[in-house]
Structure formats: C-alpha cells, structure tokens
C-alpha cells in the first residue's frame, strides 16, 4: 500500500495562490501515475491534474491555465501549484496515485473566498 501526505491547504482570498504537495511512502518511478483529485461540496470526487509515469499530464478543463502539476521524482513528491483561485476550487484535494491498484490521501482542505 503506497502512503500518501498531502500538505499545502488552507484559506485564501479569490485570485491568490496555494501550492500543495503530496509525499508517497515509495518511488514516484514505481507509478503508473500520481496526481489530485477534489470534491467540492455537493459534488462527487473529479480529476484535476494527473501525470503519468512517462510524463503525460491531464488537466481538468476548469484549471486549465490556472494550475500547475509537478513531480520531483528526488523528493518523491508530486506538486500542484495553484494560481488565480476562485470561489468554486473550494474543495478537498486529494492526492491520487495508481500502480496495479489506487492509492489516495487522506485529503487537504483548500477555501477560497470572495
């Protein structure tokens, strides 16, 4: 079972920035892929930004432009810098990664507010 520690949540005002970050308890070269998923309130889970291991990434349309994925393999961590927030990324981020099986994090509470 891959560990997963998300960190980096928290408030901010409409139009700031947070990054997070998510540690896995082994090689992020062992991954088929990692990433984040949220759920916003009244919404089931969605995908924001995913890579695989050869390096593709998928974005969400609705962060397109405004969020970043990374990974430091080094570090085994992967990053989602967020930039130019809205009311509507309110949510609880999770961290996501699959090998044969999926993995997730306990989660990371991001508000935005007006």
């Known amino acids: 079972q891959v560990q997963l520690v998300e960190s980096g949540g928290g408030l901010v005002q409409a139009g700031g920035s947070l990054r997070l970050s998510c540690t896995a308890s082994e090689s992020t070269f062992s991954l088929r892929g990692i990433g984040w998923y949220r759920q916003r309130p009244g919404k089931q889970r969605e995908l924001v930004a995913l890579?695989?291991?050869?390096?593709?990434?998928n974005y969400a349309d609705t962060v397109k432009g405004r969020f970043t994925v990374s990974r430091d393999n080094a570090e085994n961590t992967v990053y989602l810098q967020m930039n130019s927030l809205k009311p509507e990324d309110t949510a609880v981020y999770y961290c996501y990664a699959y090998t044969t099986t999926t993995h997730w994090g306990q989660g990371t509470q991001v508000t935005v507010s007006v």
């Open positions: 890579i695989s291991s050869a390096g593709n990434i």
